[in-house]
């Protein structure tokens, strides 16, 4: 059974950095895509950025050359390392895998009936 649980959010102000961390469980990084989705109150859950289970990243256009996703596989942990943050950062952020959307695709599958799996969520928040 999957399960992916976040850590890691928290509050900080604008310029500031914080990092992400998702424990997965019953997942092998070899067999599937990790990423990153957030939610902001009122609107649509976005794509943030996707590790494809052969190592390529793909990033949102809002978080690109800010944000970096990485994973360590000797402890089954996925991690977003976020800099420059700015207000309209601010959101839920949630873990996701999936064995069969990557890269660009991943990106856009939050409301896909068939996408695999969900953690449940961290809130970021970034004051000004």
């Known amino acids: 059974q999957v399960q992916l649980v976040e850590s890691g959010g928290g509050s900080v102000q604008s310029g500031g950095s914080l990092r992400l961390s998702c424990a997965a469980s019953?997942?092998?990084?070899?067999?599937?895509?990790m990423g990153w989705f957030r939610q902001a109150p009122g609107k649509e859950r976005e794509g943030v950025a996707v590790?494809?289970?052969?190592?390529?990243?793909t990033y949102g256009d809002s978080v690109l050359g800010r944000f970096t996703i990485s994973q360590d596989n000797a402890k089954n942990t996925l991690y977003l390392q976020m800099n420059s943050l700015k207000p309209e950062d601010t959101a839920m952020y949630y873990c996701?895998?999936?064995?069969?959307?990557?890269?660009?695709?991943?990106?856009?599958?939050?409301?896909?009936?068939?996408?695999?799996?969900w953690g449940q969520g961290t809130q970021v928040t970034v004051s000004s």
């Open positions: 590790i494809d289970s052969d190592g390529r990243t």
């Open positions: 996701a895998a999936d064995r069969h959307y990557s890269g660009g695709y991943f990106l856009l599958a939050a409301k896909s009936r068939d996408f695999g799996y």
């Open positions: 019953g997942v092998t990084y070899s067999s599937y895509h």
